[in-house]
């Protein structure tokens, strides 16, 4: 990178310094117009460049203000030279203001004043006519605004209305809702509790289910025993038992009689024969329970 040219730092310090000069005198100039002291402050290179923009905005303002009182001053002066024309034509005419009479002054001056009103250069029916007509247009506009403007008054109206009943509403369920907590919570802890009285019940139906499990396995239950089987067999047994009390007694009253072994044998033949038939019987039952229910 090459180095700076010296002259090059020598013109910006110069005109570092002229900026700086130019806004030390501005500022000057400004407090001493108000009847002020400059404020000590550090002229920095940013405060430097602000005061200066902001000495450049003035100027330019100063000029413009200077260009349109110089303005207002040559139309004062044409103004004053043409009111004295017409005031010198109206005195050759007869008619100068102090010769005329007050109520013809009066007159003048409120004509004066409705033009001055109406923003019209001339007293001409014309311009007034033209003036008027845009007054009216004006107030037909401003009217159509206004009804608008009432339209949507009264409708943000209604929805103030409505939001304002909302919110009692809802400040009223808020306070209802703020007043049921303290028995909601009541009422949760008895829950709470009652759920953990169930929970633990729980816990112990199902160790006794566990256990009632394990008994019946033990015992060989299976599902194909069933209560409608296990009242079936039962009632099969009743039969049974009435059929074999007969024989029972027979036999009970055998044992009553001198002993004959070989009609004895005969008889216990007869009776094993008898009982075993029977639980042939019973056996053939029992399957056919077991069939139907599966």
């Given at each position: 990178?090459?180095?700076?040219?010296?002259?090059?730092?020598?013109?910006?310090?110069?005109?570092?310094?002229?900026?700086?000069?130019?806004?030390?005198?501005?500022?000057?100039?400004?407090?001493?117009?108000?009847?002020?002291?400059?404020?000590?402050?550090?002229?920095?290179?940013?405060?430097?460049?602000?005061?200066?923009?902001?000495?450049?905005?003035?100027?330019?303002?100063?000029?413009?203000?200077?260009?349109?009182?110089?303005?207002?001053r040559q139309k004062a002066v044409e103004y004053r030279s043409?009111?004295?024309?017409?005031?010198?034509?109206?005195?050759?005419?007869?008619?100068?203001?102090?010769?005329?009479?007050?109520?013809?002054?009066?007159?003048?001056?409120?004509?004066?004043?409705?033009?001055?009103?109406?923003?019209?250069?001339?007293?001409?029916?014309?311009?007034?006519?033209?003036?008027?007509?845009?007054?009216?247009?004006?107030?037909?506009?401003?009217?159509?605004?206004?009804?608008?403007?009432?339209?949507?008054?009264?409708?943000?109206?209604?929805?103030?209305?409505?939001?304002?009943?909302?919110?009692?509403?809802?400040?009223?369920?808020?306070?209802?809702?703020?007043?049921?907590?303290?028995?909601?919570?009541?009422?949760?802890?008895?829950?709470?509790?009652?759920?953990?009285?169930?929970?633990?019940?729980?816990?112990?139906?199902?160790?006794?289910?566990?256990?009632?499990?394990?008994?019946?396995?033990?015992?060989?239950?299976?599902?194909?025993?069933?209560?409608?089987?296990?009242?079936?067999?039962?009632?099969?047994?009743?039969?049974?038992?009435?059929?074999?009390?007969?024989?029972?007694?027979?036999?009970?009253?055998?044992?009553?009689?001198?002993?004959?072994?070989?009609?004895?044998?005969?008889?216990?033949?007869?009776?094993?024969?008898?009982?075993?038939?029977?639980?042939?019987?019973?056996?053939?039952?029992?399957?056919?329970?077991?069939?139907?229910?599966?």
């Open positions: 990178m090459s180095d700076q040219d010296p002259s090059m730092s020598e013109t910006m310090i110069d005109s570092d310094a002229s900026r700086i000069g130019g806004v030390k005198e501005w500022l000057t100039k400004t407090f001493e117009a108000a009847g002020k002291v400059v404020p000590e402050f550090e002229y920095t290179p940013r405060s430097v460049v602000h005061l200066h923009s902001l000495l450049t905005v003035s100027k330019a303002k100063d000029d413009a203000s200077r260009l349109v009182a110089h303005d207002f043409q009111a004295a024309r017409i005031r010198e034509i109206l005195e050759n005419v007869g008619l100068a203001q102090d010769g005329l009479p007050s109520n013809v002054v009066s007159s003048a001056q409120a004509l004066a004043n409705v033009a001055n009103l109406l923003n019209i250069r001339d007293t001409e029916l014309s311009s007034y006519l033209v003036a008027m007509g845009d007054i009216s247009l004006r107030k037909t506009d401003m009217e159509e605004k206004k009804g608008k403007l009432q339209q949507e008054s009264k409708i943000l109206l209604d929805y103030t209305r409505k939001a304002i009943a909302r919110l009692t509403y809802l400040k009223r369920t808020l306070a209802q809702l703020e007043d049921d907590v303290a028995p909601c919570e009541v009422q949760m802890e008895n829950w709470k509790t009652n759920l953990q009285v169930m929970a633990a019940k729980e816990r112990q139906y199902m160790q006794q289910y566990v256990n009632y499990k394990a008994m019946l396995n033990r015992v060989g239950y299976s599902p194909e025993i069933s209560h409608g089987v296990l009242v079936e067999m039962a009632e099969h047994r009743k039969d049974l038992e009435k059929k074999t009390k007969p024989i029972l007694d027979t036999l009970r009253s055998y044992q009553d009689l001198p002993p004959d072994k070989a009609l004895a044998a005969l008889a216990i033949e007869d009776k094993k024969r008898q009982f075993g038939a029977a639980e042939k019987y019973l056996e053939h039952v029992l399957h056919s329970a077991l069939a139907s229910t599966d």
